[in-house]
């Protein structure tokens, strides 16, 4: 149980965070207000937003818990997997996406492709959110259990409670403004953690000395690049195929969570330094979520789950007053990621399914509701899938492999439908279709296919190379749209009507 301190600390942060919401609720009037915050917001705040989204409670169980398993290769998730990417899409995607005046990226494709493929990739990230929210709401089950010794369910639902209210009544404003704090948070309290740890395992040289001298399991545990014959899901084959050429900038270019905070931006300029602002805040934080799983390899030898490694150390290592504060900025990632994924579904489902297919004429005030009803559905389906992360060894794991069913297809189709103006509508949705299939049949019969257990960078590689060249195939032998009707729309197109301006 938690310390006196550490509980008003804990109970200050949850009312903190409710009133901070509540607050901007005031500055919802419509559903852009609701969706893209008014395109108001400036660029520190949203970049500051994109990586608290990103990091969340995933990366501090889940990452801790990979590297107790694996070592420092994981944190490729964030150098090579982030920022590289996060600068690709500060100077050349979300810009375009701004200028557009785009609600959704599936909007983006429907207007280049045809509503099918927009429909298509919308029920695919409404599938995945929901999901996805399961695993968040898990991984806070982990913390709880282990801190507080509430039960699984009790901790999942007061979770949902907390971030459904402000996220239900503020809308994006609230999300992004709410994240700005929990950043600050975060990054206290995980580095006072960091700086704790070092302490009790001597530093740095002292910790790698005696992990590598505990055993011939843990001679990988500081290669960055593993080599391909390791039975970790992280071979340097896997992270530079599947996580730089395809996953990272899949992620950073074609996730809605995180472009439709760029979208919220007061102009181009700010659009594009959220994203430059956010990548020199993304080389931070493996140490803040690597590290402490390095030493738990130390402070506590043969712990059968490494995704408990964290909340462990949380509980034995810090004085109170210190554990209520880790204990808000674990809360503070989840959070952040779980209203990342509340807001984008609603305007998934909003502006992408309901609108177009279900009530075309209705006025501003009712796709308003629509997307705060969406976002209380959205949070009952997060509670009932929440026990599917138990089918994979690790929280982390179980977000990647969900990613690797349409992550590499997607993004085949986002990629050449912005750079060659060739793609035609069936080539799109043909690629993605086939694509998803591939992706779904690897990850099936991953075991006769792949040598290691949980093969997802391979995946996302391969389904996004059947995707690109199914695209390029079908294109060739169907009609393009003319250049008249892409304008706006490609690249090369966009930036020679520029020119001749």
Known sequence: MLAGIDLFIVIAYFGGM?????????????????????RTLPFWAIGMSVVVSDIGALDFVGVSGQAYRYGISVGNFDWIGSVPAMLLAAFIFIPYFWRGGLYTIPEYLGKRYNRWVRTLASLT??????????VMFWASAVLLNV?????VWTSILVTALVVGLYTYFGGITAVVMTDVVQLIIMFVGGFTL????????????AMVDKILNMGPEYRNHFHLMQPTDTQTPFPWTGILFGLTFVMANAYMIGNQ???QRCLTARNEWHAKASMIFGAGLKMLIPVLVLFPGLMAIILIPGLPDGDKALPWMIKHMLPPGLVGLMFSAFFAGMMSSVDSMLNSTATLFTKDIYEPFINKKANDKHYLKVGKITTLVLLLLGVLTSPLSGLFPGIYVAMQTFLSYFQGPMFSILLLGIFWKRTTQWGGLSGLVVGIFVAFILNLFKGRFFTIEDPFLYVSWWSFVVGFVVTVIVSIFTR??????????VYGLTVKKEINK
């Open 257 to 259: 969570t995180i472009v």
């Open 18 to 38: 409710l009133l901070l919401g509540f607050y901007f609720k005031r500055f919802v009037g419509t559903s852009e207000d609701y969706f893209l915050g008014g």
């Open 147 to 151: 801190l507080m010794g509430w039960p």
């Open 125 to 134: 990230w409404i599938l995945f959110f929901a999901v996805d929210l399961g």
């Open 194 to 205: 960091v700086a704790l740890g070092f302490h009790s395992v001597g530093g740095w040289d």
């Open 480 to 489: 393009p749209y003319e250049d008249r009707n892409l304008v706006g729309l």
